[in-house]
């Protein structure tokens, strides 16, 4: 399948700037476009016709954002040219390469979202522009040991449902949705755990590590910069603590009336949960991403879905991710999840106190 383009272009800021890469990024080695296309083409082919239509500043065409993720991994190490040209791992990178990975891929986003007509055009979260299949990890609830499920999910049931097993069922219902309209022609795979022909998809996290043993596995691969433990206040769910904080002092909390969290048996009345949203490569295939969707309870994890589905507040947290991160695909939230009256409230990112954590930061990484 060709490369798909993204938006219309209206300049060529990009194009210029890609050219400026390949011919003297690196001042002892000009590199062809076919040198750059077969290192790019680790995970997925392309051609170096593909990327002279990207360097045309007369008329140019927009790379996907994962190509230009690609353009930054390339150009972040001299390491790129030991041998022949080719893509060093992520994983090896080392952090002042990372930090200069982080700060070449925002400076092509930016100019991505310009050419395509400003920011407002750059940026659609849940729209993925390489046409390449999602797939929704969603929790297992048969993985649970304290859960009581009915008779209808056992398959051997006239009336067995798959669904009535799946954790998180209101922000999956939500998410599902919105991802087929955004993107009607992708293929959106819905699993409770996940093959090896789903791993190199765009994949969607929904939920924790409790009853997903997919999720807990795409953490240890990936040095999240937040993390859930078990806290004996808590027995309703893990909270959040930052990574490298000493014997988990730090910690995200939801809030509870009269600051009473109840009992396994019994929980307290939920005011506030804490959520996660989250974007990275994804580990299984660098040309797709990976996104959390995540919480210490359900009403962590609708709220961070419906941060960026509810037309309320979407625009607007399109707009702070936008500004924060400069269309990055690399960062991760924690915000706050009001719950009203047994309703969940989606958050505002820009209203005063609702982020609780982000990273990176700042240009240099540092965790606020």
């Given at each position: 399948?060709?490369?798909?383009?993204?938006?219309?272009?209206?300049?060529?800021?990009?194009?210029?700037?890609?050219?400026?890469?390949?011919?003297?990024?690196?001042?002892?080695?000009?590199?062809?476009?076919?040198?750059?296309?077969?290192?790019?083409?680790?995970?997925?082919?392309?051609?170096?016709?593909?990327?002279?239509?990207?360097?045309?500043?007369?008329?140019?065409?927009?790379?996907?954002?994962?190509?230009?993720?690609?353009?930054?991994?390339?150009?972040?190490?001299?390491?790129?040219?030991?041998?022949?040209?080719?893509?060093?791992?992520?994983?090896?990178?080392?952090?002042?390469?990372?930090?200069?990975?982080?700060?070449?891929?925002?400076?092509?986003?930016?100019?991505?979202?310009?050419?395509?007509?400003?920011?407002?055009?750059?940026?659609?979260?849940?729209?993925?522009?390489?046409?390449?299949?999602?797939?929704?990890?969603?929790?297992?609830?048969?993985?649970?040991?304290?859960?009581v499920l009915g008779p209808l999910t056992e398959e051997d049931n006239p009336n067995y449902a798959e669904l009535y097993s799946y954790g998180d069922l209101d922000a999956l219902f939500d998410l599902y949705g919105h991802l087929r309209a955004t993107n009607p022609d992708i293929p959106v795979h819905i699993r409770r755990g996940t093959t090896n022909v789903d791993l190199p998809n765009h994949l969607v996290v929904l939920g924790g590590i409790a009853w997903n043993e997919v999720t807990r596995r795409l953490n240890d691969m990936l040095a999240l910069p937040i993390r859930q433990v078990e806290d004996v206040?808590?027995?309703?769910?893990?909270?959040?603590?930052?990574?490298?904080?000493?014997?988990?002092?730090?910690?995200?909390?939801?809030?509870?009336?009269?600051?009473?969290?109840?009992?396994?048996?019994?929980?307290?009345?939920?005011?506030?949960?804490?959520?996660?949203l989250g974007r990275l490569p994804n580990p299984y295939n660098a040309l797709r991403t990976l996104t959390y969707c995540n919480g210490i309870h359900s009403r962590g994890v609708l709220g961070a879905v419906r941060c960026l589905t509810d037309p309320a507040v979407r625009e607007d947290n399109e707009g702070y991710l936008e500004e924060t991160f400069v269309g990055s695909d690399h960062f991760v939230i924690l915000m706050r999840v009001p719950v009203l009256g047994g309703q969940t409230v989606s958050p505002s990112l820009k209203s005063p106190g609702t982020v609780l954590f982000q990273w990176p930061g700042n240009a240099s990484g540092e965790l606020t």
């Open positions: 399948m060709a490369e798909q383009s993204g938006p219309p272009v209206t300049g060529a800021s990009l194009a210029k700037r890609l050219r400026e890469l390949r011919r003297s990024h690196f001042s002892d080695a000009k590199i062809t476009q076919l040198q750059l296309a077969q290192a790019l083409s680790k995970d997925e082919a392309v051609a170096d016709s593909t990327l002279s239509s990207w360097e045309n500043v007369k008329t140019p065409t927009l790379p996907p954002r994962s190509r230009l993720s690609a353009y930054a991994q390339f150009f972040a190490t001299e390491r790129s040219l030991d041998g022949e040209p080719h893509l060093v791992a992520l994983e090896e990178l080392t952090p002042e390469e990372q930090q200069a990975r982080d700060e070449l891929e925002r400076e092509l986003f930016k100019l991505r979202a310009e050419d395509a007509g400003g920011a407002s055009a750059g940026r659609r979260f849940w729209r993925f522009d390489d046409d390449a299949p999602i797939t929704v990890i969603c929790s297992d609830l048969r993985k649970s040991d304290e859960l206040k808590i027995h309703s769910g893990e909270v959040f603590v930052p990574a490298g904080n000493p014997d988990n002092r730090e910690q995200f909390l939801p809030r509870w009336r009269e600051d009473d969290p109840g009992t396994a048996e019994k929980p307290g009345v939920l005011l506030e949960d804490v959520g996660m």
